[in-house]
């Protein structure tokens, strides 16, 4: 059984920085790309950064520039700074995880950004 545990969601105002952290525990044979994703309300979840297995990263164009993912991989933990933070950016972060090409989830954590 694999679980992905999440924290750091919260309330800032605009301009804040926010920073979430995921650890994977359980029975991890071989931990691949870990992302992390998002969902405002109304709206599908979007992909926000993603932390391969190789060590490279991609970002949401809406994100670039303000926010940074990183990865430890002796911890299984997966970590996404937000800076510079927009109302817009409102919504559930959820953590994800491709474990030998199974797809794991957090629980999700809610960030709140006020004008």
């Known amino acids: 059984q694999v679980q992905l545990v999440e924290s750091g969601g919260g309330l800032v105002q605009a301009g804040g920085s926010l920073r979430l952290s995921c650890a994977a525990s359980?029975?991890?044979?071989?931990?691949?790309?870990m992302a992390w994703y998002r969902q405002a309300p109304g709206k599908q979840r979007e992909l926000v950064a993603t932390?391969?297995?190789?060590?490279?990263?991609n970002y949401a164009d809406s994100v670039k520039g303000r926010f940074t993912i990183s990865r430890d991989n002796t911890k299984n933990t997966v970590w996404l700074q937000m800076n510079s933070l927009k109302p817009e950016d409102t919504a559930v972060y959820y953590c994800?995880?491709?474990?030998?090409?199974?797809?794991?989830w957090g629980q999700g954590t809610q960030v709140t950004v006020s004008s």
């Open positions: 359980g029975r991890i044979l071989r931990l691949k790309s």
């Open positions: 994800y995880a491709d474990i030998l090409f199974k797809d794991y």
């Open positions: 932390f391969a297995s190789d060590g490279s990263t």
